[in-house]
């Protein structure tokens, strides 16, 4: 367990934090007025181990050698130039900070971090974080690195669950429903959700996009039927060639099947703890020679055990004698489409992007987003 402490007076800035994963979405801008909950589950932290934030550079500055160095590939419209190493936090894990009035600015519903840090030590007033809650990105403090210093405190933190514990039927709650009830902020007439695909789904398979273009190797690549269909073969095929055989895409994992020798990518999870990708047990099976497409692990267990469709939340007690009968929770009225930013992110820093069809794709990434594609 660890606190987070001013660089500048030693003040204790949060409560009691463990360290997990960074999420695939921890950046993502959803939708348009669109009201997205906290990011970090509270008493976590994670660490972002690139630079994020202003002041930004456009790409016309950047170097081809330093993009490379960052383990960049492909153009992007902008790199950061701040320091490595955000933390971010869950707002409600703050403590001893104050907001900078003058750096408050957001887009249009609240504050979105573009002016610097907007909060302040109590004690000494050395800017320390930026607190982001505009309508479209996700609710979360982000401490800036060479403000703020880790220290340990007493107990010990507790120890990252095995993959069999994370699959055991309680740990199971940890699985991300494809869709959920979203809604807007500033409605005047009181919320009004509507089911959506979930952003966090979306954020996951614009990684997982990216990977699989990169193991395609330009051919054709087939994923497992149902959802996991849906989700990912609509965009493989508008993308990639139809005539070469195709490479096949299988989930892996815990509990899985043992994959096939025909197997030449696998879908695995990734630790929400540790972040590290699932390996099989066998370093010399199929599993370990086909291409690694990471997956957060809470969209993994949906795919790999689905259930037959998302739980609703019931108000109220149901007497013993009266069985449920709810209906089926409404699904989202347009096809699946992958984050398209979270998949340039993801594609740029993949060497593979410097095959010039990869490239192509890059620089056609507006044209894909008006087909629908993403």
Same mark, same amino acid.
């Given at each position: 367990m660890f606190v987070f402490v001013c660089a500048g007076c030693g003040a204790r800035?949060?409560?009691?934090? %463990?360290?997990?994963?960074?999420?695939?979405?921890? /950046?993502?801008?959803y939708g348009n007025g669109t009201q997205l909950?906290?990011?970090?589950?509270?008493?976590?932290?994670a660490v972002d181990p690139e630079p994020w934030g202003p002041p930004w550079r456009p790409w016309s500055e950047i170097d081809p050698d330093e993009a490379s160095?960052?383990?960049?590939?492909? $153009?992007? /419209?902008?790199?950061?130039?701040?320091?490595?190493?955000?933390? @971010?936090?869950?707002?409600?894990?703050?403590?001893?900070?104050?907001?900078?009035?003058?750096?408050?600015?957001?887009?249009?519903c609240g504050l979105d971090g573009a002016d610097g840090p907007n909060m302040t030590?109590?004690?000494?007033?050395?800017?320390?974080? %930026?607190?982001?809650?505009d309508c479209s990105l996700w609710q979360a403090v982000w401490l800036a690195p060479n403000a703020v210093r880790r220290c340990p405190v007493d107990g010990a933190d507790a120890v990252p669950l095995s993959w069999e514990e994370l699959m055991t039927e309680g740990s199971r709650k940890s699985s991300t429903p494809p869709f959920e009830p979203l809604t807007r902020w500033g409605e005047r007439m009181g919320p009004h959700p509507w089911w959506s695909w979930s952003p966090q789904w979306e954020a996951a398979a614009g990684q997982a996009l990216a990977h699989l273009l990169a193991a395609s190797e330009g051919r054709p690549v087939t994923v497992p039927d149902g959802l996991t269909q849906e989700v990912l073969q609509r965009a493989l095929d508008a993308l990639l060639p139809a005539g070469p055989p195709a490479r096949r895409a299988?989930?892996?994992?815990?509990?899985?099947?043992? @994959?096939?020798?025909?197997?030449?990518?696998?879908?695995?999870?990734? /630790?929400?703890?540790?972040?590290?990708?699932?390996?099989?047990?066998?370093?010399?099976?199929?599993?370990?020679?086909?291409?690694?497409?990471?997956?957060?692990?809470?969209?993994?267990?949906?795919?790999?055990?689905?259930?037959?469709?998302?739980? @609703?939340?019931? %108000?109220?007690?149901?007497?013993?004698?009266?069985?449920?009968?709810? $209906?089926?929770?409404?699904?989202?009225? /347009?096809?699946?489409?992958?984050?398209?930013? @979270?998949f340039r992110h993801t594609l740029a820093r993949l060497p593979a992007v410097r095959s010039p069809w990869l490239r192509e794709i890059l620089q056609n990434l507006t044209q894909h987003m008006r087909a629908g594609i993403f």
């Open positions: 800035l949060t409560t009691q934090l %463990s360290e997990v994963a960074l999420p695939v979405h921890a /950046h993502q801008k909950p906290v990011l970090m589950e509270s008493g976590t932290f160095a960052r383990g960049i590939y492909a $153009p992007l /419209h902008a790199l950061s130039d701040s320091a490595p190493g955000a933390i @971010v936090i869950a707002p409600g894990d703050v403590r001893g900070t104050l907001l900078i009035l003058e750096r408050s600015g957001g887009y249009c030590c109590e004690a000494c007033g050395l800017p320390v974080a %930026s607190r982001i809650d299988v989930l892996a994992g815990p509990e899985c099947p043992a @994959v096939g020798a025909d197997a030449d990518i696998v879908l695995v999870p990734t /630790h929400p703890r540790t972040g590290k990708t699932w390996t099989p047990a066998e370093p010399a099976g199929p599993a370990a020679s086909a291409y690694p497409v990471p997956l957060p692990f809470g969209v993994w267990l949906w795919l790999a055990f689905p259930e037959p469709y998302p739980p @609703v939340l019931a %108000s109220g007690a149901i007497p013993d004698d009266v069985l449920r009968d709810d $209906p089926p929770v409404p699904r989202p009225r /347009h096809a699946f489409r992958a984050d398209p930013e @979270v």
